[in-house]
Each structure stands twice: as structure tokens, then as C-alpha cells.
């Protein structure tokens, strides 16, 4: 491999990680609200670095990327697809965006691989989301995580529905199998 060319894909790498930082800043709230406020509001940050994504250029640029949303939830997706392409139908004549054939809900289900730790109105909804575009996640040692109890904890996310165990199964291993190749 030539020297042009590896440094031509090391500015390549370099540009994607620019791409996909978000300028997002994280949601605040009074200054002298308690840590739980920021704990509360830790999806909602999510929510607005999907959105800056969404509306990055990197899936143009990069139409085979992948990425992963963790420790957000799912259970606002179905309402931010909604809004995605409601906005994007009303405004796009002044905003200028641009999403080719396809609605921006398309574009990020087909690149984004969504994450929950625990989430019983997600899992409610997983199939409205889509059952193979989600990941159980458990996030140890952080203190959002359900470990030791991770199981328990799952089953009475999904006890609330009527999922299939091969739909369980896709969401608390098979998909991240198939996503990240293992």
C-alpha cells in the first residue's frame, strides 16, 4: 500500500469523526438542580445527537456506516420518526434537506442500531421501533446498570408484551451478534 493512499484514508477517518461529532450541548436545567435532574435527562441528550446526526452528512458520505445509540432508551424512537419526518415533509422546501427518494426515518433505521438497559415502554413498542434494529445493553459498571440482575430485570421489561422468544432473543443477543460480528 502506497504512503497517498493510507494517508488518503487516514484523512478519510479523520473527516468521518469530524462528521460525526455533534455540536449538541447537554441539556441543562436550573443551576442549582439536583445530579438527579441530569440523570433524568440523560436520553434526552441522545434524542438531540440523533437528530444532529440525522442530519449530518455522514450517511451520504458514508452509506454503509453503522451506528450505535447507547444508554438512551428506545422508547422515544417512535415519536422522533414521527417528528423526523413530519418536519422534514413540512420544511424541507426552506431547510433545503435532502434525503433523496427516501424519508428520514428511513435513512436512520437503516443505519442506526438502537440500545436499551431497561426500558418496559420501549420493549412495549419494539415492534413499532423494530425488533431488529435494537440491542439489550447492561452498561456495567456505570450506575445505570441492572447487573447483577440484568435478566430479572429484562424479563419484566418483556413480560409487558406479547414478543416472541425469537424476538427477545434477536434483541438481547442476536442482534448485537449479527452487528458487531461476534
Not at 504512503?3 to 478519510?12: H, I
Not at 441522545?46 to 458514508?62: E, M, N, T
Request: glycine share 6%; with cysteine.
Amino acid at each position: 500500500v502506497s504512503a497517498g493512499k493510507v494517508q488518503a484514508a487516514q484523512a478519510a477517518k479523520e473527516q468521518a469523526a469530524r462528521d460525526m461529532r455533534s455540536n449538541t450541548k447537554l441539556v441543562t436545567t436550573a443551576a442549582d438542580a439536583p445530579i438527579d435532574v441530569m440523570i433524568v435527562l440523560q436520553p434526552m441528550n441522545i434524542v438531540q445527537a440523533a437528530a444532529d446526526l440525522i442530519h449530518s452528512p455522514v450517511f451520504k458520505k458514508f452509506p454503509d456506516v453503522t451506528v450505535a445509540l447507547s444508554e438512551g432508551g428506545i422508547g422515544w424512537i417512535p415519536y422522533f420518526l414521527e417528528r423526523l419526518d413530519h418536519s422534514y415533509s413540512v420544511h424541507k422546501a426552506w431547510t433545503g434537506a435532502d434525503f433523496g427518494s427516501k424519508m428520514p426515518s428511513e435513512v436512520f433505521m437503516e443505519h442506526v442500531v438502537l440500545c436499551f438497559i431497561s426500558d418496559a415502554v420501549g420493549a412495549r413498542m419494539a415492534r413499532d421501533i423494530g425488533v431488529d434494529r435494537i440491542t439489550v445493553e447492561i452498561d456495567y459498571p456505570h450506575s445505570d446498570t441492572t447487573w447483577p440482575r440484568a435478566p430479572e430485570r429484562l424479563a419484566d421489561d418483556f413480560a409487558g408484551t406479547d414478543l416472541t422468544d425469537d424476538e427477545i432473543n434477536r434483541m438481547t443477543h442476536l442482534n448485537a451478534m449479527g452487528f458487531f460480528s461476534y
